[in-house]
Structure formats: C-alpha cells, structure tokens
Antibody, heavy 121, light 107 residues
Framework: EVQVVESGGGLVQRGGSLRLSCAAS????????MSWVRQAPGKGLEWVAV???????KYADSVMGRFTIFRDKSRNTVDLQMNSLRADDTALYYC???????????????WGQGTQVTVSS | IQMTQSPSTLSASVGDRVTITCRAS??????LVWYQQKPGKAPRLLIY???ILESGVPSRFSGSGSGTEFTLTISSLQPDDFATYYC??????????FGQGTKVEIK
C-alpha cells in the first residue's frame, strides 16, 4: 500500500527551528516528486516545497531561505528543516506524493495525516 | 498564478446538482486538479488534468474546462459529499497554487 506518515511536529518559539520527517512506504521517494503542503488553522491549503526525483528543490516565496527540503533514499524519507520560524508558520504540515500523468507532475495523489507545528510568540 | 474559486460557501440538499467554479489568473491549459477535504482529514484527489476521474472516485463527480475557467460538478449530491473542495493548478514553471476552497454545506 502506498502511504506517507509525517512526524516531528510540535510547539516551538518564534525564531526557533524544527525538522519534520515523512516516511514513505509502498514506493521509493527517489522515484517521485515529493512535496510539503501546509494548512493554517481554519484556512486553505498552501504548497510549501518540492523535491524532484532528480534532486532539484523548489520553495514557496513565503518560506524561501528559511525552509529546506531533504531526501534520504536509504531511509525512504523526506524531511523539512524549518528555521527562523514565525507565528504565521503555524499550521498542519502534510507530506504528499506527487502524481505523474501525461508527462507532467505537480498534483498530490497520496497525502499523510499531517503533523501540527505551532509557533508561539 | 492565482486561483479563485466561487462560491466560497454553497448550501445544497441531498440530490441536488452542484457546480463549483475555479478561475486561473492566466492559462494553465488542462493542468488542474480538484480535491475533497473533510474536517480533520487530509485532502483526497478527485480529478486530475481537469477532467480525469481518479481511481475509486464516484462517477457523480466530473470536471471540465481548460485555459482559465474550470468547473467541478456533482451530479446528485450525497450525504458523504458535504466537505470543502479545492482546485489546484500544476505547471512545471510555476509554484503549485490552490484555490481558497468551497465549502459545501447542508441546506
């Protein structure tokens, strides 16, 4: 069964750091594009970062320079290192596998249950 | 690319035909998906490439459109369909962006 499970969320002070982890099963993270998507309380979905199967990384403007996405093929995990956290980073963070069809990826066909990050001021 | 959904909230009854619209600030061709999200749950992929139904999704869901205007239609609303729906565009050259969501409520 294809699935992803997030961990590592918690309460952190403004300016602090946190590292989220996403453990995949049923597929190899090295073969897929993997993203992090977040959802602030009562709000909509916001894409955060992606790591391509080739290793390229892209970020939303809101996290550029503060967040870094990593991949560990041996552990089959994708991590999100979050530094200089702000109150508006408070959200439920989802790990998502990207689907691929008709020559293009970029949509999310497998989501985890999410891990909560709360930044206190 | 900005995605705008309408309406933000929709009140409907079981059996109703429901249509949600998603507009893109510039053409996304057919690179658009729809998700369903229930409270406390992760989003679920319903439709990709504007009109292709994901495996296991009931046939009462359908998607259409291209360029900048898209619709999600539920042909006969069922109790399990009360949820929030999001559109999202995908394009290699631009960040993935979501609409703000449409909440489908019981009338």
């Amino acid at each position: 069964e294809v699935q992803v499970v997030e961990s590592g969320g918690g309460l952190v002070q403004r300016g602090g750091s946190l590292r989220l982890s996403c453990a995949a099963s049923g597929f190899n993270v090295g073969d897929k594009y993997m993203s992090w998507v977040r959802q602030a309380p009562g709000k909509g979905l916001e894409w955060v970062a992606v790591i391509h199967s080739g290793g390229d990384r892209k970020y939303a403007d809101s996290v550029m320079g503060r967040f870094t996405i990593f991949r560990d093929k041996s552990r089959n995990t994708v991590d999100l290192q979050m530094n200089s956290l702000r109150a508006d980073d408070t959200a439920l963070y989802y790990c998502a596998k990207e689907g691929y069809s008709y020559g293009l990826t970029g949509y999310f066909d497998c989501w985890g249950q999410g891990t909560q990050v709360t930044v206190s001021s | 690319i900005q995605m705008t959904q309408s309406p933000s909230t929709l009140s409907a009854s079981v059996g109703d035909r429901v249509t949600i619209t998603c507009r893109a600030s510039q053409s996304v061709s057919s690179w658009l998906v729809w998700y369903q999200q229930k409270p406390g749950k992760a989003p679920r992929l319903l439709i990709y490439k504007a009109s292709i139904l994901e495996s296991g999704v009931p046939s009462r869901f359908s998607g259409s459109g291209s360029g900048t205007e898209f619709t999600l239609t539920i042909s006969s609303l069922q109790p399990d369909d009360f949820a929030t729906y999001y559109c999202q565009q995908y394009n290699y050259y631009s960040p993935r962006t979501f609409g703000q969501g449409t909440k489908v409520e019981i009338k």
